[in-house]
């Protein structure tokens, strides 16, 4: 059974950049085709997608973030990971790391950006 958990600080100052890892646990992230994505939902808010890593590499992001966004993955690991650039108080959001459509979630992670 394929498990995610998201890791990473909880407090971020504006300006600075949020990063976030999710580790999976009982399926390899490049097994065909799975894509691996990130999830936020800001307080009182809509889920929100923003952005995706393919089994193969391949990386896409919502077009809204695109400019801040940054996923990548550590395949000895097991490991996929967020960067999102330039916060302000309205990146504040719980932040999932998903598999595919997505039908597995992590549990999520509250990130609070404030100085």
């Known amino acids: 059974q394929v498990q995610l958990q998201e890791s990473g600080p909880g407090l971020v100052k504006p300006s600075q950049t949020l990063s976030l890892t999710c580790t999976v646990s009982g399926g390899s992230i490049t097994t065909n085709y799975y894509y691996w994505s990130w999830i936020r939902q800001p307080p009182g808010k809509g889920l929100e997608w923003m952005g995706a890593?393919?089994?193969?590499?391949?990386?896409y992001y919502s077009p809204s973030l695109k400019s801040r966004t940054s996923i990548s993955r550590d395949t000895s690991k097991n490991q996929f990971t967020l960067q999102l650039s330039s916060v302000t108080p309205e990146d504040t959001a719980v932040y999932y790391c998903?598999?595919?459509?997505?039908?597995?979630w992590g549990q999520g992670t509250l990130v609070t950006v404030s100085s």
């Open positions: 890593i393919a089994y193969s590499g391949s990386t």
């Open positions: 998903a598999r595919g459509s997505p039908e597995v």
